[in-house]
């Protein structure tokens, strides 16, 4: 399918954080992200016991050591939040412009989005805890034939999206957002697949994952993820 202008093409589902390579250094912090349960364990309602994921970054902003992170299930009332991930997902060149705001309208934009909560879409949303703020977000969705997105591949494969706000990119926070969507969405698809520039970092990320390119259209690369077993979402060294 054609692509918006302006160039170069628009990808909305391709940011993620791929600077995990770069975690290690004497000033960082720990880490700690609770993940909040996506489903219940027990006929009486009780939740599962929070699993722990500490890990170290490089380069941090944070003055808080032991700064707490929680990732919960996206809600229809996440949807205003979605829309500014939509936005933050647009991938800019180093040196381009920032696109407009008004371009997640374009219906072939809105579409990732647009009345989130269907049957088929699955999310999650990455919460700061000492501020509250929700600071990151990862979901997928379904598209059919006739009206595919920029990585389609079949009705059954949802298409990935992740963004983070920019002041929380490059701490590993987006790939730890991204490995909890991986190890979800593989209890209910067979796969996934995603759009990314050839020109964006984050690809070398999704190939880690287990992610591998299907097909090239100019600088556009579309990318899919087959889940075989748990081990597909461990980063591969």
């Known amino acids: 399918m054609s692509r918006l202008n302006p160039e170069p093409p628009i990808h909305p589902q391709i940011y993620a954080d791929y600077t995990d390579e770069k975690i290690d250094s004497a000033d960082s912090e720990t880490l700690s992200v609770v993940i909040l349960p996506f489903r219940t364990v027990s ?3 009780r939740i ?3 699993r722990y994921l500490r890990w170290r970054y490089s380069k941090s902003n944070f003055s808080k050591p032991n700064r707490a992170y929680v990732i919960r299930p996206l809600t229809k009332l996440d949807e205003p939040f979605l829309w500014e991930m939509l936005y933050q997902a647009l991938y800019v060149p180093e040196g381009s412009p920032p696109f407009p705001r008004e371009i997640v309208s374009e219906p072939e934009i ?4 647009c009345g989130w909560g269907r049957s ?3 999310g999650f949303v990455l919460i700061d805890e000492a501020s509250g703020l929700s600071v990151g977000a990862v979901w997928i969705r379904l598209f059919g034939f006739q009206d595919p997105g920029y990585g389609y591949v079949d009705d059954l494969i949802p298409e990935l999206s992740i ?3 920019p002041g929380y990119r490059n701490r590993g926070l987006g ?9 979800e969405a ?3 698809f067979s796969g996934l697949s995603l759009s990314v520039s050839s020109e964006n970092p984050a690809r070398r990320l999704y190939e ?8 090239v259209d100019g600088s556009s690369l579309k990318m899919l993820l087959k889940f075989r077993h748990r081990e597909t979402i461990v980063d591969r060294q």
């Open 186 to 188: 593989a209890e209910q």
């Open 48 to 50: 599962r016991i929070f």
């Open 208 to 215: 880690r994952l287990g992610f591998s390119i299907i097909e």
């Open 175 to 183: 790939t730890q957002l991204l490995k909890h969507m991986l190890e």
């Open 120 to 122: 088929g879409d699955l």
């Open 43 to 45: 006929a009486v309602g």
């Open 110 to 113: 809105a579409k990732y989005v």
């Open 163 to 165: 963004a983070m706000l």
